[in-house]
């Protein structure tokens, strides 16, 4: 489908793109207000197994377009192709500006701002510290820049929500001349954290929001504890490395395993470093797959084993953040995993009786936003992540 319908007013676009996927959404602006969104576009696989699916007024498109498909093998230039593509679904919609996800703001970025050389310039000294992100997105905003070079471009951080968090929190027990020199913990999915804190303004009361954790479970997974809503600690730190295992990647080691590796075992650098982000969490523990769902429809006992080490790893780490709030009020579960797999859910839930925490078998098993008994002390809920919306919204923010 590379025809366009009538659409007309105004809108912004929204652009992730990942290592081995694009994400695309449009939302209308209304009297310089975010409106609805008007489309969105996921194309996934890349670059060798393209996968897409789109969704327009209503009609959903599973086909990859032509002018997508025939796009050159780069990042910046598959997003071009997508977003050409986008605008013309959106027909005589002006478009007032671009919006991209970057993972690493470090310091100096503690909310969205305009693209520029300079602003470039300092993402790129930061990609070392997101070698899986920030590259690819550094593509996206070249792709868009070389497309409509007139169009404001803007720029939301996965860091910076976190950026509210006590000095404590932040510091890492190192010399101080590192600390002063950038080296702490950051934090990320923060586009997906303030989306659930928009979520629970509206949703709970202030007590019942006044101390909650939520657990942002995908390929990526980290944990926020959230105080009033504000990011008051995390489990990822420097990097998107740290924290919980992911699906390829280790989370926290220690770090005399690495000096092990690196001076008694003889690995290079590199291999290390490709160990850590692609050979390890639930890939690495089980020998089979990155996949959840794929590791539980799995009779093997790796399988299950490297499942009941991903939940151990979740409890431990909402038990530490609870101690980071003093007590707890409300827990969330957000991302692809959180959000889809009752399973996950109950495996991780099952042992937090003592802090509270109990689910209704039968609202988790059908995927309910509520997901705790009505006995229990703390609420659990299950809320999708929308980026997205985050990203238009403080796109729209940087345009006025």
């Known amino acids: 489908m590379d025809g366009a319908e009538p659409v007309s007013g105004e809108a912004v676009l929204t652009v992730n793109t990942g290592s081995s996927s694009i994400k695309l959404a449009a939302y209308q602006v209304e009297a310089g207000k975010l409106g609805e969104q008007l489309l969105k576009a996921h194309l996934s696989g890349l670059p060798n197994s393209p996968r897409f699916s789109a969704g327009i007024a209503g009609q959903n498109i599973d086909d990859v377009p032509d002018s997508v498909a025939a796009a050159g093998p780069s990042k910046s230039d598959m997003v071009a192709a997508l977003a050409q593509w986008a605008r013309k679904q959106l027909g005589k919609t002006s478009l007032l500006g671009?919006?991209?996800?970057?993972?690493?703001?470090?310091?100096?970025?503690?909310?969205?701002?305009?693209?520029?050389?300079?602003?470039?310039?300092?993402?790129?000294?930061?990609?070392?510290?997101?070698?899986?992100?920030?590259?690819?997105?550094?593509?996206?905003?070249?792709g868009i820049s070389s497309l409509w070079p007139d169009i404001p471009q803007s720029l939301s951080f996965d860091t910076a929500f976190h950026r509210t968090q006590p000095r404590l929190a932040q510091l890492y027990a190192i010399p101080r001349e590192l600390s002063e020199s950038g080296v702490l913990r950051f934090g990320f999915h923060g586009l997906s954290y303030a989306h659930i804190?928009?979520?629970?303004?509206?949703?709970?009361?202030?007590?019942?929001?006044?101390?909650?954790?939520?657990?942002?479970?995908?390929?990526?997974?980290?944990?926020?504890?959230?105080q009033d809503g504000r990011s008051v600690a995390t489990s990822m730190g420097l990097t998107a490395l740290d924290g919980v295992p992911m699906a390829t990647r280790s989370g926290s080691v220690d770090p005399g395993l690495l000096l092990h590796l690196l001076q008694d075992k003889g690995m290079r650098t590199e291999d290390v470093a490709n160990m850590l982000y692609k050979r390890s969490g639930l890939l690495g523990l089980s020998g089979l797959s990155a996949d959840v769902r794929e590791l539980l429809a799995s009779d093997a006992p790796e399988a299950r084993e490297a499942l009941e080490v991903y939940a151990y790893r979740v409890r431990r780490e909402i038990a530490s953040l609870a101690g980071a709030l003093k007590g707890l009020?409300?827990?969330?579960?957000?991302?692809?995993?959180?959000?889809?797999?009752?399973?996950v859910r109950e495996m991780i839930c099952a042992e937090l009786g003592w802090l509270g925490v109990q689910l209704d078998d039968t609202a988790n098993r059908q995927g309910k936003r509520s997901v705790h008994d009505t006995g229990a002390k703390v609420r659990t809920l299950v809320i999708p992540a929308d980026e997205e919306s985050v990203i238009a919204r403080e796109t729209l923010s940087v345009l006025r």
Not at 110 to 124: K, W
Not at 207 to 212: C, D, F, K
Not at 329 to 343: A, I, M, P, R, Y
């Open 98 to 142: 671009v919006g991209h996800r970057v993972v690493h703001g470090g310091q100096d970025f503690t909310g969205p701002v305009r693209t520029s050389d300079h602003v470039i310039a300092q993402l790129r000294k930061l990609s070392p510290l997101a070698p899986s992100h920030q590259p690819d997105n550094l593509a996206g905003i070249e």
């Open 329 to 343: 009020e409300t827990l969330v579960f957000t991302g692809g995993v959180g959000e889809n797999s009752w399973q």
């Open 197 to 226: 804190a928009d979520e629970l303004e509206t949703a709970l009361s202030p007590p019942e929001r006044r101390r909650v954790i939520v657990a942002h479970l995908g390929s990526g997974a980290s944990l926020c504890a959230m």
